[in-house]
């Protein structure tokens, strides 16, 4: 790869901070910079090529840049430049603390950003449990009381009615998911990412890219998890993201056909063991117990130069709350005939509450975020480099 004749020099650029701090964008600036120069980890993964596109890197740049990572330690392990040299670059570090700016300043409404600084994995329960407590107390003072034994077509809904099941999620649901596309747009539109319809190609690139988690193989070897593991690559990562994520897309395909059940068939739940609701929320519910649980763990042994603190709480958050969600769903599908099931459906529904509504202020966004920036790489890699370097 090689500059063109006369190329300018790269340019330190901190303007218009709205994303993260002067300091933070500065030293974001001065690492890329670096790294522009070097150039020695740029297969790694789709962050490096997008980089050797910019002289500048301001605001924009770097919250596309720092949502491209996948935060797999390769590059750290390999700069000859990583502390304890006098540069000290540390790209997975400096680019976690940039996404997490990046999810304060593109938050909706903004008055909620400050729940990015707040959450953790006791707000996240805490939350779950007052939910919890709230409909254990509705349940309380109903005539059967907590302990009745339910059964048959629509048992769920005769221990708290549909409409206020409906109502509370459906609001939940409905202010996560706009709250989310508000900040997926406000991203977009701040990398200058285009109103343009990207072509097919590109579509399919980075749905490729973002289903099979590409960037998460370290360039090849796997991601680094830190010295419990004796700093050695391994696909551990990977998979337990897979099995989190397809977990979690299972749960919704079963909600979804529950919901056709409920609604075009006239079949209100519990549904047979053997139906596809329970079949696909079970699969789900399992992948949604080793994928977090498998993810705290090595979070745990993560080697602590690369870490983002601020960043620990919102993941150990989310993780909490999805293990939660399926340990209790689970439950509540093992013991619905029982007496333990009106209070085992209230635990339930307020993990799942609490899981929904926080989805916009916490770890879940990275997603969002993510597909977005790999949606403008796709777009980039298909346009002439505007800086003058040959791509290889």
């Known amino acids: 790869m090689s500059?063109?004749?006369?190329?300018?020099?790269?340019?330190?650029?901190?303007?218009?901070?709205?994303?993260?701090?002067?300091?933070?964008?500065?030293?974001?600036?001065r690492v890329m910079g670096i790294c522009n120069a070097c150039r020695y980890c740029e297969g790694f993964c789709a962050v490096f090529p997008?980089?050797?596109?910019?002289?500048?890197?301001?605001?924009?740049?770097?919250?596309?840049?720092?949502?491209?990572?996948?935060?797999?330690?390769?590059?750290?392990?390999s700069c000859q430049y990583a502390p304890p040299h006098a540069f000290a670059v540390n790209v997975p570090r400096t680019l976690a603390q940039l996404?997490?700016?990046?999810?304060?300043?593109?938050?909706w409404p903004r008055a909620f950003a400050g729940l990015y600084r707040h959450h953790s994995i006791a707000v996240a329960l805490a939350l779950?449990?007052?939910?919890?407590?709230?409909?254990l107390l509705a349940l309380a003072l109903a005539p059967?009381?907590?302990?009745?034994?339910?059964?048959?077509?629509?048992?769920?809904?005769?221990?708290?009615?549909?409409?206020?099941?409906?109502?509370?999620?459906?609001?939940?649901?409905?202010?996560?998911?706009?709250?989310?596309?508000?900040?997926?747009?406000?991203?977009?539109?701040?990398?200058?990412?285009?109103?343009?319809?990207?072509?097919?190609?590109?579509?399919?690139?980075?749905?490729?890219?973002?289903?099979?988690?590409?960037?998460?193989?370290?360039?090849g070897n796997g991601c680094y998890v830190g010295e419990g593991l004796d700093d050695r690559p391994t696909p551990a990562r990977r998979v337990l993201h897979h099995v989190m994520f397809y977990g979690f897309a299972l749960c919704f395909a079963s909600t979804s056909v529950a919901t056709l059940y409920h609604y075009a068939c006239g079949q209100p739940a519990p549904y047979a063991l053997s139906s596809l609701p329970v079949m696909l929320g079970t699969l789900g519910g399992i992948g949604l117990l080793i994928g977090p649980a498998g993810l705290l763990w090595l979070k745990r042994r993560q080697d602590v130069r690369v870490r983002d603190p601020a960043q620990q709480p919102l993941d150990a958050g989310l993780l909490w709350l999805l293990l939660l969600s399926s340990a209790t769903g689970l439950a509540l599908l093992a013991l619905r005939a029982t007496g333990a099931m009106p209070v085992l459906l209230a635990i339930h529904l307020g993990g799942v509450l609490a899981l929904f509504f926080t989805l916009p202020y916490g770890k879940f966004v990275h997603g969002i975020y993510r597909y977005l920036a790999l949606a403008k790489h796709q777009r980039e890699v298909r346009q002439p480099n505007p800086v003058g370097f040959t791509e290889s």
């Open 3 to 29: 500059a063109a004749p006369g190329q300018a020099t790269i340019r330190f650029v901190a303007r218009g901070a709205k994303s993260a701090d002067d300091a933070l964008v500065t030293e974001g600036a």
């Open 50 to 77: 997008a980089m050797e596109r910019r002289v500048e890197f301001g605001c924009a740049e770097l919250d596309y840049l720092a949502n491209l990572c996948h935060h797999c330690g390769a590059c750290f392990y």
């Open 99 to 107: 996404r997490t700016h990046t999810y304060k300043a593109y938050a």
């Open 128 to 135: 779950a449990s007052g939910l919890a407590v709230f409909l």
């Open 144 to 219: 059967q009381g907590l302990l009745a034994v339910y059964s048959g077509a629509g048992a769920f809904y005769a221990v708290l009615p549909h409409a206020l099941m409906l109502t509370l999620f459906g609001l939940t649901f409905g202010f996560s998911f706009l709250a989310m596309a508000i900040g997926g747009v406000r991203y977009w539109r701040a990398i200058g990412g285009g109103a343009a319809p990207p072509a097919a190609a590109a579509v399919r690139n980075t749905l490729g890219n973002a289903l099979t988690l590409r960037y998460l193989d370290g360039g």
